[in-house]
């Protein structure tokens, strides 16, 4: 362990320096002394308070991207953004949840390896490319607008499919994580999610109740139509992510 933290610590050393550059940009100060204090104790929980990740409060730049409400991990910085006017609407337990979660993504490093998978696909990408539209008869350019345009669109459309679903995986997994590694129940696990699905918007500015509506409830309906259910059946609705968990409690309470 203090091997680990010997090796680990310069690392984030560096990403805290980041860190510290992003949140004068998007940032609205700190969250209150009490959810600090839950943050570092649920970091300690799961075993990673040597990173030093700090907790802060969203500012607009983060609300217009992720969602006027939505917790972000920002494993590159070192950071996960959250918001107090959010946390403070939910039960402790819920909080935790919450936050665990959003540790999860600096545990298991699940930037890095969504980064690293987009890598490969940008090389397999050039490669595809390269095959596709080099001949020594025919000049590059034309055979890109004929081979080439077409195997692009091909391309993004499967590369952000598989993009997306690993990335959904990687939420399936926090929650999971999240709900096993500490004391939280499925019930307080689940009203958590809920309240970050379907939240309270009366009191939110006009903007955060827009990016709402497509963030949940369009992409809600999105997932449950007939066409998409039959023909991507993998992408996980709200429903789908909370039947996944109970599943994963449940094989935890057999295990036991
Ligand atoms: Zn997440």
Not at 64 to 91: E, I, K, M, W
Not at 95 to 105: N, Q, S, V
Not at 165 to 172: C, K, S
């Amino acid at each position: 362990m203090a091997q680990q933290s010997i090796c680990i610590s310069p690392v984030y050393k560096v990403l805290d320096t980041f860190g510290a550059l992003t949140d004068y940009i998007v940032t609205k100060g700190d969250l209150s002394p009490e959810n600090v204090a839950l943050f570092d104790q649920v970091a300690n929980d799961l075993g990673i308070a040597n990173r030093e990740i700090k907790a802060k409060n969203s500012g607009l730049l983060l609300r217009l991207f992720f969602g006027y409400h939505n917790p972000v991990a920002c494993q590159g910085t070192n950071r996960v953004y959250l918001n107090d006017s959010v946390l403070n609407a939910l039960n402790l337990n819920e909080r935790k949840f919450i936050i665990a979660h959003e540790l999860t993504h600096h545990q298991d490093h699940h930037l890095f390896k969504r980064q690293f998978l987009i890598y490969i696909l940008s090389i397999l990408k050039v490669a595809l490319t390269y095959s596709a539209c080099f001949d020594n008869n025919e000049s590059y350019l034309h055979k890109y607008m004929t081979n080439g345009w077409s195997l692009a669109g091909i391309e993004f459309n499967i590369f952000a499919l598989i993009l997306a679903q690993y990335a959904q995986q990687q939420e399936l997994a926090a929650d999971a994580n999240a709900l096993l590694s500490t004391d939280i129940d499925m019930q307080d696990a689940e009203k958590a999610l809920q309240q970050v699905h379907y939240p309270d918007t009366k009191e939110w500015p006009l903007y955060g109740r827009i990016i709402n509506f497509f963030n949940y409830y369009l992409m809600e309906y999105f997932c449950t139509l007939p066409v998409v259910k039959e023909h991507v059946p993998h992408i996980a609705s709200f429903k789908d992510r909370i039947k996944a968990l109970k599943k994963r409690h449940q094989e935890k309470l057999v295990d036991l």
